[in-house]
């Protein structure tokens, strides 16, 4: 098994060590600095291919790694937003099948989360076959160890495999780094009922000494701004107290979570995946319970930082 | 020609656990957030390019109705290509690519994931199939000259990327992207009974192999490895992992009444020594 | 020259049951419903009545999609640690024709409106009514949501259900004091269906209705539990003024029945999936409104054609009852040429005071009151259940009491006047004799 990972500005992307993990430490890094990126790999890999190359190309990169890969039965990638879009294209340009969004990769076994974190279906591939691996589902442990040995490759890029133009990259705004660093989070998915109740939550949080986080189909509708996701493709954070109003608990989102000390959900629903993970899972509605927690908790005094 | 890839999927799915099946029903399935987002961007396209708008789907008959509600919207064509709801992504794209190219599509819109798949691969391997270039995921779109779109996508760690197409290509969104319009009384109408063209698959076994279809169980997170305990002697290294510092107890399910919920909850944050004003 | 020969506005069991007749008359007849399938939106306690579409769909029990047949039913007066019942079972409801059947509104809905559809009527989801179109006084039509959203009609028939936007906008309603309204919570719980089996003492495709009095904590209304196949509908009937004034949520009433001695061992163990509310138009007879007007006719919930009284909760089979007279008097008016006629609503009253639909409303009239009183909630279930302990209850050495005196003591206890219940039997007996 080998993992293949794009990376941008020697950064690597979320999910990008844990594939690396999975793949018992065998890596090819692929895009912008990544000879640098590989020497991060230290303690999880002794052997790495890097291909140094501008932006971020699936067509391209996709028929210029195939050649390289061919030999290699399993592929796996993060399911991190550049390696979702860059899988496909390789599993097209190896003519094999794609097993997307497992949490969990063998040569002949595979877990793949479906229904949004509903349900695992297990595979079992006879084949050679390209896999995503969601982020953040099995963590990493790494060793104290020597930079790896890294093998710099350089394959032609097809001149006749177009892709889209990279016109600027934004980086994040500054609003987020507070959620990212914050040790007592308080968030809410779709079980609170509009957008008055995240104002609610918001305060509810600076009560608690908390900072406010959201799913993403919460920021989808605008209700609270984008920066606050939590998640695969927004924020990672690590908290120790996280407490989840009407959060269903999809792996996109989870695998955000760092790993808290203590979980608190609130949900209807009893057996929802994040009511599966909670400390304390609270089966009630989040709205009622959001208004009797405000109506506990005394205002913070302008005194209290 | 533009192109809608409009998938039918149940909106809410439901675990069984008697049967080990996520059970969907006919009733509560039609368009996801996000096909319903690349419909609307479809049209938009059409009408800013003076383009007619095909919509597609690959499918049992009943997805026939994702169809209707495209037709209603203001797509002037509609095919459907006879499939088994359960396909997996290369074998649809393969279909819809085959009836993409018969339409000459430019630029095909699909939602960024669906519902129950989740993968979000058919539009990269629409782009393969078709040679076309690829954005995907796309937050925010603004439509240019004809068969020109830029847009916003999500990156990790809150970053984002403009990224702009030229000369058509293969686009997904978030279902935020965009809102699909209401159809008139008089379309919505029409729509009922407007002619579906039907394809059958390609015949032949599909390239690559597939994989048959494994069994589901409910989602469980995986075990997750930890880092090493940090500490000098055994007993300080236990403590550490077992964080027994905190008072942890065992996980609890209550269920509660909203107010009696809030004293548990404070109660909890106390046990566990966070200050609680 | 109107777009269609009839709007149905609402995808309910009277609009599908009207939209179903008059297409069967080759009428044009367009369905509209607001939810994105018929029944989407739509719950109730769970127990169908429909021999009332014996005639429409002949062998419907054949198709109908049930749950369960209702061959055990028990009335039951409870106190706060006491349930006295009367419990019912026979086979026949079990058979052709049946009698009763716990069914899911959405499966329930979806096949009516299906039926009617296959008959040529055009239904159209998603899509609300949002207000009447009119030439003077005759409604013409209607305007929809949608854009570009009025369509013309010979004949608009109201089924939105309860406190029904478009009745009120015709102006039908001349009373609509709220204390008419009860407020039903529901919750659907689900178990095995061995457990339910075994906990029910039903088997295959039998199942129990039991209704309870005495146990809403002390908010007038009644309480239901109905076996489905694999899940439980428990819920309560609650006045709305009575439960606004004591400050109560109806979840906390549920919550309380189910924990109830008598009610706690069937419910237990079971997963909750759904908790829905929705208003009953319980005032029956009293608040009924005016039933159509020129071009417009109102039926089902609409027209408060729902029997909440007590041991009885119908509503589903009056408004397929009066859906199905609605079409058929428009569908003869139309053969008569008369449809524009002012005299449409009369036509319709007349027709309905000939079914079940308006008399079992007008002997009813009086039962909601004496249901909903203090007397019947509180204090009848309590001498009962206390005449019962009484009788039943050997306090050695001491002799047995007379009736006598166990029923003197009892009415002392409960604070119940002879006068009273001389007066409440007369009135239950002109109601429900
Ligand atoms: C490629 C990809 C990337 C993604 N990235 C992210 C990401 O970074 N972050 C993210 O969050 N999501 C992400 N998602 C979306 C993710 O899959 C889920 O759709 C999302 O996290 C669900 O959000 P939710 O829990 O708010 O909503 P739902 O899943 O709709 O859950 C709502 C919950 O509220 C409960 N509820 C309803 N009513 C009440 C009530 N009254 N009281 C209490 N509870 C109630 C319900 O039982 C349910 O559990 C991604 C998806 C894809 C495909
Ligand atoms: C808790 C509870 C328990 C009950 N238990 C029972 C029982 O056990 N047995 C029984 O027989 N009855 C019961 N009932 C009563 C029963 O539910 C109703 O009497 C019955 O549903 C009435 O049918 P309907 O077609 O008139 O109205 P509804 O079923 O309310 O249908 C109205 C339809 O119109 C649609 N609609 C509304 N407004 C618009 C609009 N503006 N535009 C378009 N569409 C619109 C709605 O979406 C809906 O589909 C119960 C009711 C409740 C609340
Ligand atoms: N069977 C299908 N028919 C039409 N479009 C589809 C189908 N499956 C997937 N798509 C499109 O591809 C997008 C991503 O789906 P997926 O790759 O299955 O996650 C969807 O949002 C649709 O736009």
Not at chain 1, 276 to 288: E, F, G, I, Y
Not at chain 3, 292 to 315: K, N
Request: charged share 20%.
């Amino acid at each position: 098994m080998i993992a293949v990972v794009p990376v941008r500005d020697g950064e690597l992307p979320v999910g990008g060590l844990e594939t690396v993990a999975e793949c018992g430490g065998r890596a090819l890094v692929v895009g912008s600095g990544a000879a640098a990126a590989a020497k991060e790999l230290a303690g999880l890999a002794s052997a790495v291919k890097a291909w140094d190359t501008d932006g971020f190309l699936p067509g391209r990169w996709a028929t210029a790694l195939a050649p390289v890969l061919v030999e290699e039965p399993v592929v796996i990638l993060p399911a991190s937003p550049d390696g979702r879009d860059l899988a496909p294209r390789l599993a097209h340009a190896l003519g094999r099948p794609l097993l997307a969004g497992a949490v969990e990769v063998h040569e002949d076994r595979v877990s793949l989360a479906r229904w949004g974190g509903l349900a695992i279906e297990d595979v079992t591939p006879q084949h050679h076959f390209v896999a995503t691996l969601q982020p953040g589902v099995r963590g990493v442990e790494r060793h104290d160890g020597p930079e790896p040995d890294v093998e710099l490759l350089d394959p032609r890029l097809d001149p006749d495999v177009t892709d889209a133009t990279t016109i600027e990259v934004l980086p994040p705004d500054p609003a987020t780094m507070d959620l990212a660093e914050a040790s007592r989070i308080v968030a809410g998915g779709a079980g609170l009922d509009s957008a008055a109740r995240f104002t609610q939550l918001a305060d509810l949080a600076a009560r608690l000494g908390a900072t406010l986080g959201a799913t993403r189909v919460v920021t989808d509708r605008g209700w609270v701004a984008h920066e606050r996701q939590i998640g695969t493709t927004g924020v990672v954070v690590d908290p120790r107290l996280y407490v989840a109003f009407g959060i269903s608990g999809a792996v996109q989102h989870t695998s955000g979570l760092g790993q808290p000390d203590h979980i608190v959900s609130i949900n209807t629903d009893a057996y929802c995946p994040m009511m599966q993970l909670a400390d304390l899972a609270v089966v009630s509605d989040a709205n009622m319970v959001l208004d009797a927690l405000l109506a506990r908790l005394p205002e913070r005094s302008a005194g209290r930082a | 020609m533009i192109a809608a890839c409009l998938k039918w999927v149940d909106r809410r799915p439901e675990w069984d656990p008697a049967t080990s099946q996520v059970i969907t029903d006919a009733r509560t399935s039609g368009l996801s957030a996000p096909d319903a987002a690349a419909l609307e961007l479809a049209l938009r396209c059409g009408d800013a390019w003076s383009q007619p708008v095909a919509a597609v789907t690959a499918g049992p008959p009943a997805a026939e109705v994702v169809l209707r509600e495209a037709i209603a919207a203001g797509a002037a064509r509609a095919v459907r290509v006879d499939l088994p709801a359960t396909s997996p992504s290369n074998v649809v794209a393969s279909a819809l690519a085959g009836v993409l190219a018969d339409l000459d599509a430019t630029s095909t819109w699909c939602g960024d994931h669906s519902l129950d798949r989740g993968s979000g691969s058919v539009p990269a391997y629409l782009a393969a199939e078709l040679a076309r270039p690829q954005a995907l995921g796309l937050v925010e779109v603004s439509i240019g000259g004809t068969d020109e779109v830029s847009g916003l996508r999500r990156l990790d760690r809150g970053r984002r990327e403009r990224l702009a197409v030229a000369g058509g290509g293969v686009l997904s969104v978030e279902g935020s992207a965009a809102r699909l319009r209401r159809a008139p009384l008089a379309a919505a109408m029409a729509a009922r009974s407007a002619p579906i063209e039907v394809r059958v698959a390609p015949a032949g076994d599909p390239e690559p192999a597939t994989l048959a279809p494994g069994a589901l169980r409910l989602y469980r997170p995986r075990a997750r490895v930890w880092p090493a305990p940090d500490g000098d002697t055994a007993l300080d290294r236990i403590a550490d992992l077992t964080a027994t510092g905190m008072t942890k107890g065992r996980p609890e399910t209550v269920i509660l009444e909203p107010d009696s919920a809030a004293e548990r909850i404070l109660a909890a944050l106390a046990a566990w020594g966070y200050d609680v004003p | 020259m109107p777009d269609v020969d009839v709007i149905v506005v609402g995808a309910g069991p009277a609009g599908a049951c009207a939209a179903l007749t008059l297409a069967r008359s080759g009428r044009d007849v367009v369905l509209l419903e607001r939810g994105p399938f018929p029944g989407s939106k739509n719950m109730y306690g769970g127990v169908v009545y429909p021999r009332v579409l014996d005639g429409l769909i002949p062998q419907w029990w054949d198709e109908a999609p049930i749950q369960r047949w209702v061959t055990r039913r028990s009335t039951m007066m409870m106190t706060a640690t006491q349930a006295l019942a009367v419990d019912y079972r026979t086979e026949a409801w079990g058979q052709a024709p049946y009698n009763g059947a716990t069914a899911y509104r959405p499966d329930w809905d979806a096949w009516l409106a299906g039926k009617a559809e296959a008959e040529g009527a055009r239904l159209l989801c998603s899509t609300t009514v949002t207000g009447l179109l009119r030439d003077g006084t005759r409604v013409v039509g209607v305007r929809t949501d949608r854009p570009e959203g009025e369509l013309s009609a010979r004949v608009v028939i109201a089924c939105d259900g309860v406190n029904s936007f478009l009745a009120k906008e015709a102006g039908l309603y001349h009373d609509t004091d709220p204390g008419h309204f009860t407020v039903g919570v529901k919750e659907t719980v689900a178990l095995p269906k061995s457990v339910i089996d075994e906990r029910f003492g039903v088997r295959g495709r039998h199942g129990v209705d039991i209704e309870m009095v005495g146990c809403t904590s002390g908010v007038p209304g009644g309480g239901f539990l109905y076996t489905n196949l694999d899940t439980l509908s428990v819920g309560v009937v609650l006045k709305v003024p009575a439960l606004a004034a004591q400050a109560r949520r109806p979840e906390e009433i549920i919550a309380r029945l189910k924990a109830h001695p008598a009610v706690a061992p069937l419910v237990e163990g079971g997963e909750l999936k759904e908790y829905s509310a929705h208003l009953i138009p319980e005032g029956g007879w009293e608040m009924m409104p005016d039933l159509g007007c020129p071009g417009m006719l109102v039926a089902g919930d609409a027209a408060a054609f729902c029997l909440a009284a007590g041991i009885w909760l119908e509503g589903v089979n009056f408004a397929m009852g009066s859906g199905m007279v609605a079409g058929q008097v428009i569908d003869r008016a139309f053969r008569r040429g008369t449809a524009a006629g002012a005299e449409l609503p009369a036509l319709y009253r007349r027709a309905l005071s000939g079914t079940f639909v308006l008399q079992d409303h007008r002997k009813l009239r009086r039962a909601p009151r004496l249901i909903m009183s203090d007397r019947v909630q509180e204090r009848y279930p309590a001498l009962a259940a206390g005449v019962v302990e009484r009788i039943f209850r050997i306090d050695n050495p001491a002799p047995k009491p007379g009736l006598r005196r166990i029923l003197r003591g009892e009415q002392h206890r409960t604070g119940v006047r002879l006068r009273d219940l001389a007066r409440d039997a007369l009135d239950g007996w002109r109601s429900y004799g």
